[in-house]
């Protein structure tokens, strides 16, 4: 029997949670979301529950478990936050699956309170999916039980069958993460301002904001760079192919990645990467084919590939090509969601 009522626990306002959200109710699904904070999504059956701190999670769960049972779901999904994790459990609703994004596994080590929490959800979850290899092999480090239920399942993107031109020389860059340590924008600041130290016209778009952002931009008036670097801030995913089509490719030299996504959505328009060799990155990017790799936190090393791009409009255009086919072949948002509705069909039909 087909899955045909899905409730999502996940943030409202996370850009992936909206994607799934709508992508399962144009293959047909019924979807109601339950989220603590965020607004409501249009077109979707959306429970915006109040959030002020963790106890939040616990203060709601009846709330969170009535709107599951009277919705007649007929499987529960939970996204990302242990908070939202814990609620899927509490409702005693199967199947129940649980997604694990990355920081909700990975970042664990000096939290045992959390640690203990998380392996009991992810024990006594029907099924586990991961976005990448490399996520699935530390969730099933953390919780070994999970191997035999556990599907990888990765984070496609609309995919144009033709990409639109690259702009002229000289290069832009395009660095489009939160402005925080784990992604390293300063690293790319430095890089670029190495770069142009050296003589090369390039440019660089820190997109995003964050805890950082302050500080990049009084390094970047330190650095000379005030007309080089700009800050466009937060880009709206509705407007974010249009920004990257005008660049030539993105820069994300981070010191930790569970998956990618950055470099799908630069890939899908035939913009290469220059990022790090960390977590799930070396699935999504292919070095000296679709990108440029380089180890982290290593400045001179990002410089250099920079130079590479800045100098070489032949090589660029062939990763990029490249960039594009791979994407084509292996991560279209259609095939992430074929799998997540087979996932859902024969979960339900287990159950049945």
Known sequence: MACRRVAILGRADSVHIMRW?????????????????????????????????????????????????????????AHYSVGHWLLGMRSKVHPFVVSAWGTDVVE????????????????????????????????????????????????????????PPLPAYPLRLAFIKHHRPRYAPEVALEAVGLVRGQGHDVSLSLAGQGPMTEQLKKRAAQLALDKAVTFPGWVDPGDMSAFLARHHAIVMPSRRESFGVAVLEAAALGRPAITSNVGGIAEVARRGETALIVPADNVSDLAEAIIKLATDPQ?????????????????????????????YDRLVHGAR
Not at 32 to 44: E, K, N, P, Q
Not at 329 to 334: E, F, K, R, V
């Open 21 to 77: 959200v709508r992508g399962l109710s144009e293959r047909g699904l019924e979807v109601r979301l339950i989220s603590f904070g965020g607004t409501a999504i249009d077109g979707i059956d959306t429970a915006i529950l109040p959030r002020h701190g963790w106890f939040s999670y616990l203060q709601q769960a009846a709330r969170a478990t009535r709107l599951v049972r009277e919705f007649r779901a007929d499987l529960v999904h």
């Open 108 to 163: 664990l080590a000096g939290r045992p309170l959390r640690r203990w929490l998380v392996r009991r959800i992810l024990r006594q979850a029907d099924h586990v999916t991961a976005t990448s290899r490399y996520l699935a092999d530390q969730t099933t480090a953390l919780e070994g039980s999970v191997a035999g239920k556990l599907t990888t399942i990765p984070f496609g993107v609309a995919v144009p069958a033709i990409t």
């Open 315 to 343: 090589l660029l255009q062939q990763l990029g090509d490249n960039a594009h086919s791979f994407v084509r072949s292996h991560y279209t948002w259609d095939r992430s969601l074929d799998m997540m509705t087979s996932l």
